[in-house]
């Protein structure tokens, strides 16, 4: 492209230079026949009045200066050779009119061809050009995604083939996103389908064992019941967890922002596990300040209440979950920190993916609580880490910048 430029500007000097030199070498002719015309002028003059001294210049200034047409003079001298109507009263005069116009004929023939030939070598550079582009969108469309302009400039076809390489990103982008998603749809899938076959499984053979055995106590029956009734809770805990994960993952879920207060959040995420402390026995102690975050109040309090959970479910008897919060000029920080069992350092990197359990996780356990708390901290603009050491307990820390917008990618 930059060829093509440089011959369309070579192509534009031409043309000047052309111009120029044929108005100089049309000026240098005329001028000649003005310096015969003069000449022979003089020597009429010189001739006539030799002849005739008492005709005066003035008289003689007037009849060279006098268009009017003679017919009798034109006949005269066409018996000396000289046709005024067709040809130069002057030989010199009609021999520098012939050379004027062969070397103006030439000139000109030489100014086309050389003109003609940039201009289709320009043609045949914007014709190949037009080739390669040509093949840059086919394998644009035969899914050929990594191709990058050779060069860039500033005329039509660069442009052009520049706002093609933006689709080409464009598509690429879209064909890794959709790629993406297919995965972690399937992920998705396996992981609902390894997460629901035993549950489901438990919940089948407890009903065949009920509705084949007649003579089945009741006590057992109600201790099969009551198993069902936990699986069903469990799948109905697992499906909704599964279901919000996918509408994070996809940016479906609108957080509503708004100036809340952390105490509040964290009295309904104890309030949420109450029952569960109460009866693992373990005491939950909840911050004291009044803190104010931008956030969403029901997401933020599902997340903390998650990770309370979790806290308690890992905690012995007796134990204590706290829960605390301060504010910096750089960010707000929540702590939730547990005395219980603590978490393996071959178990501490892989706590926040999803269904994954560790070495000291209960049978019930279903590994997304933490990996749910994440995806919802994370979109609301924080980050969160955990600590832990095995028999002293976990601790938790979330942190929000204060110059963090919230939510930036679920935000309408």
């Known amino acids: 492209m930059k060829r093509s430029r440089k011959f369309l500007i070579v192509f534009f000097i031409l043309t000047i230079i052309t111009s120029a030199a044929s108005t100089v070498v049309s000026a240098l002719q005329i001028n000649e026949i003005r310096n015969e015309s003069n000449a022979a002028a003089a020597s009429l003059i010189a001739s006539v009045k030799e002849k005739y001294p008492d005709v005066s210049y003035r008289e003689i200034a007037e009849i060279?200066?006098?268009?009017?047409?003679?017919?009798?003079?034109?006949?005269?001298?066409?018996?000396?050779?000289?046709?005024?109507?067709?040809?130069?009263?002057?030989?010199?005069?009609?021999?520098?009119?012939?050379?004027?116009?062969?070397?103006?004929?030439?000139?000109?023939?030489?100014?086309?061809?050389?003109?003609?030939?940039?201009?289709?070598?320009?043609?045949?550079?914007?014709?190949?050009?037009?080739?390669?582009?040509?093949?840059?969108?086919?394998?644009?469309?035969?899914?050929?995604?990594?191709?990058?302009?050779?060069?860039?400039?500033?005329?039509?076809?660069?442009?052009?083939?520049?706002?093609?390489?933006?689709?080409?990103v464009t598509l690429r982008e879209s064909s890794d996103n959709s790629l993406r998603d297919k995965q972690n749809l399937k992920d998705s899938l396996s992981d609902i389908s390894h997460q629901l076959k035993t549950p489901l499984t438990s919940i089948i053979i407890m009903l065949d064992n009920i509705l084949d055995d007649e003579s089945m106590p009741d006590d057992v029956k109600l201790e099969f019941l009551?198993?069902?009734?936990?699986?069903?809770?469990?799948?109905?805990?697992?499906?909704?967890?599964?279901?919000?994960?996918?509408?994070?993952?996809?940016?479906?879920?609108?957080?509503?922002?708004?100036?809340?207060?952390?105490?509040?959040?964290?009295?309904?995420?104890?309030?949420?596990?109450?029952?569960?402390?109460?009866?693992?026995?373990?005491?939950?102690?909840?911050?004291?300040?009044?803190?104010?975050?931008?956030?969403?109040?029901?997401?933020?309090?599902?997340?903390?209440?998650?990770?309370v959970k979790n806290c308690i479910e890992h905690t012995q008897s007796g134990g204590k979950v706290s829960i605390s919060a301060e504010k910096t000029g750089l960010c707000t920080k929540v702590t939730i920190e547990d005395n219980g069992a603590g978490i393996s350092k071959k178990d501490l990197p892989h706590i926040f993916e999803r269904f994954y359990k560790g070495s000291n996780s209960s049978n019930d356990s279903t590994g997304i609580g933490l990996a749910l708390a994440k995806a919802i901290i994370e979109k609301s603009g924080g980050y969160i880490t955990a600590d832990s050491v095995q028999g002293k307990g976990t601790k938790f820390n979330i942190r929000f910048f204060n110059n963090t917008k919230q939510n930036p990618d679920a935000e309408t």
Request: glycine share 2%; charged share 25%; aromatic share 8%.
């Open 64 to 168: 060279l200066n006098d268009n009017t047409p003679d017919t009798e003079a034109e006949e005269q001298l066409k018996s000396y050779g000289i046709d005024l109507s067709s040809d130069w009263a002057s030989i010199a005069n009609r021999q520098n009119a012939a050379t004027a116009a062969t070397v103006g004929s030439v000139f000109c023939l030489i100014t086309g061809i050389l003109l003609s030939a940039v201009f289709l070598y320009y043609c045949r550079l914007r014709k190949l050009e037009t080739k390669r582009l040509t093949s840059y969108v086919e394998a644009v469309n035969n899914k050929r995604y990594d191709l990058y302009p050779e060069e860039n400039s500033e005329d039509e076809m660069s442009v052009l083939k520049n706002e093609i390489y933006k689709t080409t």
């Open 226 to 307: 009551n198993d069902i009734r936990k699986s069903t809770g469990t799948i109905s805990f697992l499906v909704q967890s599964i279901l919000t994960l996918s509408k994070l993952d996809a940016n479906s879920i609108t957080f509503k922002q708004s100036a809340e207060n952390l105490k509040k959040i964290a009295d309904t995420a104890v309030k949420n596990t109450e029952i569960l402390a109460e009866i693992k026995g373990v005491t939950v102690e909840n911050l004291s300040d009044d803190i104010t975050l931008i956030c969403d109040f029901k997401w933020l309090s599902e997340a903390i209440t998650n990770i």
